[in-house]
């Protein structure tokens, strides 16, 4: 499953400008990623990505903790494609809606 984590990096890689994206592992099998991407000046796309699905989420610029953001995470995305897809929609848009629950 490690290649579904590759293979969505390599998707962002190839799809957002390198000097707005900061890629932390976390382990192994956990990635986050922070994409400067959103029209929005003081908020970033922030997303999590697991051997299982990947989050989306929006965080402040501004410093705060690990502890601040984690567990922010409004959607996640258990096929790889659809991932693909909404990083493709939301870099569109400029914006991040979280779906309605």
Known sequence: MKKNIEDILD?????????????????????????????????????IISDESVGFSTIEKISVTFEDQFGLYNEFLRDFEQAKARLMEIKSKGIYVPPVK
């Open 11 to 47: 998707f962002i890689h190839k799809n957002f400008d390198e000097t707005k994206v900061t890629i932390n592992r976390f382990k192994e099998n956990l990635v986050y990623v922070d994409i400067d991407c959103l029209s929005e000046e003081n908020k970033e796309l922030a997303i």
